[in-house]
């Protein structure tokens, strides 16, 4: 489901007729701020297909949230208060031009660190329901790209953008949680702190429904689908099924249960580096 309380409603969400193996879509080079690269992706990777289009009455409807609602099951969509806002707009984040850069913007303004993290933190009190939250990550991607994630942990000390393998359309967690727990895996927060709209794609079934699916095509115990492996399997088998894509403008955030639903971030037709900050939790309006 999707509670939206972005302004524009439904006009900042999009829909499409599914996804396509990444060796079937003509990917452009990343040029930005002198790294020139042609992204690589895993073996197994599925990107969105690219004929969006707005979505009708029937859509909206389904996506509408009722009293199920819960942090497994619902993307949250909204905009940080303006005094948090404005905290963030003074380290200047988006006049960095890569990751190093961010980080540096906070070591050199420590007390204007210290005054946005105690903010951050009674901010995200009112969305924690009073369960335990932490910090993930703050990084940054370039621009232009179809899809963002990439799992660096596996990558070789020193690696470079052309080593990067991104995912695709997937899902997160570890291969120690079963498919049907991951309903108790919480959510993420993520915000925009760049210069330009970023997009987040997800796809409106949680991974137990996902599973439930493949059942009805394969064996998944003779194939030994699990968290690891269900993207691959789901998309050869539905690859039709639609991808739902938000614009996340600078500011707005998005609340997500990315272990329990296929997503991915996007870049693609930007120019500024794309910069972040995600939270763990189990966070809901």
């Given amino acids: ?12 969400i999009s829909i499409n007729s599914g996804v396509i193996h990444y060796s079937e879509q003509v990917q452009e080079n990343i040029n930005f701020n002198g790294i020139v690269f042609k992204p690589n992706f895993d073996e197994d990777a599925y990107l969105p297909k690219r004929d969006w289009r707005k979505l009708n009455a029937e859509e909206i409807k389904i996506l509408q949230p009722n009293k199920k609602k819960n942090d497994s099951n619902t993307i949250y969509l909204g905009e940080i208060p303006d005094d948090l806002k404005k905290l963030y707009q003074n380290m200047k984040l988006t006049d960095c031009n890569n990751r190093n850069e961010v980080f540096a913007k906070f070591r050199e303004n420590e007390r204007a660190t210290i005054e946005l993290n105690s903010s951050m933190a009674n901010f995200l009190m009112t969305l924690s329901n009073n369960k335990p939250f932490k910090i993930h990550f703050l990084g940054s991607n370039f621009p232009n790209l179809e899809v963002v ?36 895996s919480g959510n ?8 330009q709209d970023r997009y987040f794609f997800f796809i409106n079934i949680t991974l137990t429904q996902a599973l439930n699916m ?13 968290i690891t492996n269900i993207a691959k399997y789901y998309f050869k088998y539905f690859p039709d099924y639609p991808i739902i894509k938000i614009k996340q403008k600078p500011y707005h955030y998005y609340i997500a249960p990315t272990d329990n639903c296929f997503h991915d971030g996007s870049t693609l037709g930007n120019t500024d580096l794309d910069v972040i900050i995600v939270y763990f939790g189990a966070f809901q309006f």
């Fill in 188 to 195: 993420r927060l993520t915000i925009n702190l760049g210069n």
């Fill in 214 to 226: 493949l059942k009805e095509k394969i064996s998944v115990k003779e194939h030994e689908i699990d």
């Fill in 1 to 12: 489901m999707l509670h939206n309380q972005f302004s524009e409603g439904s006009e900042s």
């Fill in 149 to 184: 994630a990439c799992d660096t942990t596996v990558l070789p000390k020193g690696y470079t953008e052309k080593d990067m393998k991104f995912l695709g359309i997937h899902n997160d967690g570890t291969q120690y949680v079963s498919t049907y727990k991951l309903y108790t």
